[in-house]
C-alpha cells in the first residue's frame, strides 16, 4: 500500500485554508485539515472536508469538449486553447476591448483571480472584471 499526505490549498473559496489530501494507491480517500495553517488553523467547513470527493467522479471533464457539427467532441488542449485566444481576437478586433468581460470564481485562489484580471487589464485592455464571491 502506497500512502501519503498531501499539502494543499481548499479550491472551494478564496479565503486560502490549508489541508492534506490523504492518498492511497494513487486515488484521494480524505480530506484533513493543516493545523499548521494560518488561515484556518486547524479547521475546515464542511467544503473544505469534503474538498476530495469531486477529483475522481466518475463525470468530471478531463478534456476539453468542442462544438463540431451540433454534437460536442473531445479536443486536445491545445486546439481548444487555441480556439478561444482566436475567438477572444476576433471580438476584440470587432467590437473592442470592452465588449469582452470576464467572471473569475470564489473557488480560485487570489493568485489565481489576480492573474486573471490582470490578464483582462494587460492582454485584453478592458476593465470589465467581476467575481462571484459571496462569503
Not at 22 to 39: A, H, N, Y
Not at 51 to 63: C, G, Y
Not at 102 to 122: H, P, V
Request: hydrophobic residues 35%; contains cysteine; aromatic residues 6%.
Amino acid at each position: 500500500m502506497d500512502y501519503r499526505s498531501v499539502l494543499t490549498t481548499c479550491p472551494y473559496c478564496g479565503c486560502g485554508c490549508g489541508l492534506y489530501l490523504e492518498v492511497v494507491d494513487g486515488r484521494i480517500v480524505q480530506t484533513l485539515p493543516s493545523k499548521t495553517s494560518p488561515v484556518n488553523q486547524g479547521k475546515l467547513c464542511i467544503k473544505g472536508w469534503n474538498a476530495h470527493e469531486f477529483v475522481q467522479h466518475p463525470r468530471r471533464l478531463t478534456r476539453p469538449l468542442m462544438r463540431r457539427g451540433g454534437a460536442q467532441e473531445e479536443a486536445s488542449w491545445d486546439e481548444a486553447l487555441g480556439a478561444v485566444a482566436s475567438e477572444l481576437k476576433r471580438v476584440k478586433e470587432a467590437h473592442g476591448p470592452d465588449s469582452v468581460a470576464f467572471l473569475t470564481s470564489a473557488r480560485c485562489t487570489n493568485e489565481e483571480n489576480y492573474l486573471l484580471q490582470k490578464f483582462a487589464r494587460a492582454a485584453i485592455g478592458t476593465n470589465n472584471v467581476d467575481h462571484c464571491a459571496r462569503l
